[in-house]
């Protein structure tokens, strides 16, 4: 019976019922704020790494000169130092790639469609991009080499806003957290101040009272935290489930490695953290005011 | 404890205590009385720390009271027991639980307490009613667990205000017993009352209120066959 840990009944307040469901939703938020920020983050490592060293040459088609001009395009790209192989896509692959789009068994047959040059680059010796489409368009006026790095920033740029707006999400959850929390406190202040005035009567000190609020805040905020946690958690794996049956290559990967796993529960610790420090740092600037 | 010049006054009202001056000796046993109103509870919330003059000054165990620091204050505090006129148990304890709430203020392990506690609620007539909540204690058992938490933690000074006024006279003259118990063992003692006839009975000296200021007078009978008590030391101006 001596054992009880707390003289404040903080657990009877109204905090002890709110506090843990905003705490739950706040890690909720933030874990499926930086899920999204990991998936994004592997989605341009992804295209990135995939696309190192490739680039497409569209050579247009000509009426009148046929396919010879996509042929010597072909040749002259071959023979450029730092063009590690180059060849034209087939139909099958042309069709595969347009699928998408078009649908299946399209006629895309009668679409004037350009050639398609698959081109892999020495990345260590590359060529001079510049001359090589000087030359490229002196065989075949209209000739477009894209090496893919204007789709890659538009990417790069898409997952850095979603990293962006993540971070924000978790700022902003960690200042709604000290925010409740120096509410809550505050309210068990006052709802509590003949006790804490008693407590102080017979001889306790500021931080004694102190010990008592944090332990009561991690205690709802770890209680809170976990049970956001576990939420984001099946969210996560449910929506990844649904990714998984998509054939959408560009949306991100949200399948986590184990390390990425292990790091999640620290969420909700550090929530817990945050409620315990803003919690006894709210009673010992509050009772320090007291003459 | 010493008293020089001391006034208090709540915000812009009428001064409560005048120009109180005094000496309480290490050891002494005192009964403050006075008519309601006449200022006895302000006097013992200086004397508990949890009021400052308004003017004037005073020392406790050595030191000025003026310059302690919030902590200062509250370990201060553990060397003084009170018995506060409305008990101030905390509803949500256990008797037992209340009475060692200084006890693990000050830092003692909960399970070496217990004995200790339990022997001194049994002492004071409430064995059966340990793990009681107060709220299902009657007044006067409610004021003595109020004293035992007072006591609990062997104080250097003892402050009760009005520690027998819901108890029978057999009841208030066995806790007096305790407060001189204690006094024996070196704790300075001041007990607030009204109850003349109980002062009466006791040879201890009194500190008598009458509008704000202090006089020190004998009691008018003195007991020591009854009280058993030792020669009191106190000096009042």
């Known amino acids: 019976m001596l054992l009880r840990r707390t003289d404040l009944p903080l657990d009877r307040d109204a905090s002890g019922r709110f506090l843990p469901w905003l705490v739950a939703v706040m890690v909720y938020l933030a874990a499926l704020a930086l899920i999204c920020a990991i998936g994004a983050n592997k989605v341009v490592t992804r295209w990135d790494q995939g696309l190192a060293g490739r680039m497409t040459v569209q ?36 069709a595969r790639l347009l699928e998408p789009w078009l649908g299946t068994g399209a006629a895309y047959q009668d679409l004037p469609m350009p050639t398609l040059i698959a081109v892999r680059i020495d990345r260590a010796a590359p060529p001079d ?37 993540a ?15 120096i509410f809550a406190t505050r309210m068990g202040l006052s709802v509590h101040g003949r006790v804490i005035e008693l407590l102080h009567l017979v ?40 990714l998984g049956q998509s054939d959408a290559v560009a949306l991100p990967d949200l399948s986590l490695l184990p390390i990425e796993w292990s790091l999640l529960p620290l969420l909700p610790l550090v929530v817990a953290l945050i409620a315990m420090v803003t919690a006894r740092l709210t009673v010992l600037r509050t009772l320090g005011r007291m003459p | 404890m010493r008293f020089e010049d001391v006034s208090l006054r709540y915000g812009a009202g009428p001064e409560i205590l005048r120009h109180v ?13 006075g008519p309601s109103g006449a200022g006895k509870s302000s006097l013992l919330k200086l004397m508990y720390l949890a009021q400052r003059p308004s003017d004037g000054g005073i020392q406790m165990f050595g030191r000025d009271v ?69 709220q299902t204690l009657s007044g006067g058992q409610q004021q003595r667990v109020a004293i035992a938490r007072a006591v609990v933690a062997r104080p250097n000074l003892l402050l009760a205000d009005e520690p027998t006024g819901n108890v029978d006279d057999r009841i208030a ?17 001041v007990i607030a009352t009204h109850n003349e006839t109980l002062v009466s009975r006791f040879s201890h000296p009194v500190l008598r209120l009458t509008a704000g200021e202090i006089k020190l007078s004998r009691s008018p009978a003195m007991s020591p066959a009854m009280t058993g008590s030792r020669p009191t030391k106190g000096s009042a101006a």
């Not at chain 1, 971070?167 to 929390?181: E, I, N, R």
């Not at chain 2, 000050?106 to 009613?129: F, I, M, N, T």
């Open chain 2, 21 to 33: 001056d005094f000496h309480l000796e290490p050891g002494s046993f005192h009964f403050m009385a």
């Open chain 1, 129 to 165: 991009m510049t001359q090589m489409r000087r030359r490229l368009t002196q065989i075949a006026p209209g000739t477009v080499l894209d090496d893919h790095q204007s789709w890659l920033g538009k990417l790069l740029d898409l997952a850095r806003s979603v990293q962006l707006v």
């Open chain 1, 59 to 94: 050579v247009p088609t000509s009426e009148e000169e046929g396919d010879d001009r996509a042929d010597e395009v072909l040749a002259a790209l071959q023979a450029i130092p730092g063009v590690r192989s180059a060849e034209t896509l087939g139909t099958e692959e042309i």
């Open chain 2, 66 to 134: 003026a310059g302690l620091s919030r902590g200062d204050a509250a370990l201060m505090r553990r060397r003084i027991g009170v018995v506060f006129q409305d008990f101030r148990l905390l509803d949500h304890l256990s008797a037992l639980e209340n009475v060692a709430l200084p006890l693990r203020i000050g830092g003692q392990r909960a399970d070496k307490v217990r004995k200790h506690v339990a022997e001194l609620l049994a002492w004071v007539g409430l064995a059966d009613h340990l793990h009681a909540l107060p």
């Open chain 1, 167 to 181: 971070a924000l999400v978790v700022g902003l959850v960690g200042a709604s957290a000290v925010t409740m929390v």
């Open chain 2, 173 to 189: 003259v066995r806790l007096l017993y305790l407060f001189e118990e204690l006094n024996k063992l070196g704790t300075t003692v």
């Open chain 1, 203 to 242: 001889g306790a000190q500021d931080s004694y009272v102190a010990s008592q609020f944090q332990a009561h805040a991690l205690r709802l905020a770890l209680r809170g935290g976990v049970l956001g946690l576990l939420m984001a958690v099946l969210t996560v794996l449910l929506v990844a489930n649904l």
